[in-house]
């Protein structure tokens, strides 16, 4: 089992930066694939990126690629998504998710954390 827990949210403007954080707990976490999702306000949640378990695979939303990084370090038991040139619309709560395999589809996750806010201004 893996708990995770999302940090690194916050308000910033339009064309800024930020990134995110998933620590997870166990020692099971280099086993599983990561991945982030997201959720607009009076939408529904979708996908953004995921990462296998070596960190050799990634995969985007073409809404985020060539803006949004996804990366980990199993030393840590962290999963990063470094979000550049972002926009109003990336606005949403943003969650972290573990897996056995990485997957555009939330069904194939099994743990989730809490989610942490991103706001961009325009």
């Known amino acids: 089992q893996v708990h995770v827990v999302e940090s690194g949210g916050g308000l910033v403007q339009a064309g800024g930066s930020l990134r995110l954080s998933c620590a997870a707990s166990?020692?099971?976490?280099?086993?599983?694939?990561m991945g982030w999702f997201r959720q607009a306000p009076g939408k529904e949640r979708e996908f953004a990126a995921a990462?296998?378990?070596?960190?050799?695979?990634?995969y985007y939303a073409d809404s985020v690629k060539g803006r949004f990084t996804i990366s980990r370090d199993n030393d840590k038991n962290t999963v990063y998504l470094q979000m550049n040139s972002l926009k109003p619309e990336d606005t949403a709560v943003y969650y972290c998710?573990?897996?056995?395999?990485?997957?555009?589809?939330?069904?194939?996750?099994?743990?989730w954390g809490q989610g942490t806010q991103v706001t961009v201004s325009s």
């Open positions: 998710a573990a897996a056995n395999r990485p997957s555009r589809l939330e069904s194939e996750y099994d743990y």
């Open positions: 166990g020692r099971t976490f280099r086993r599983y694939a």
């Open positions: 990462i296998n378990w070596t960190g050799g695979l990634t």
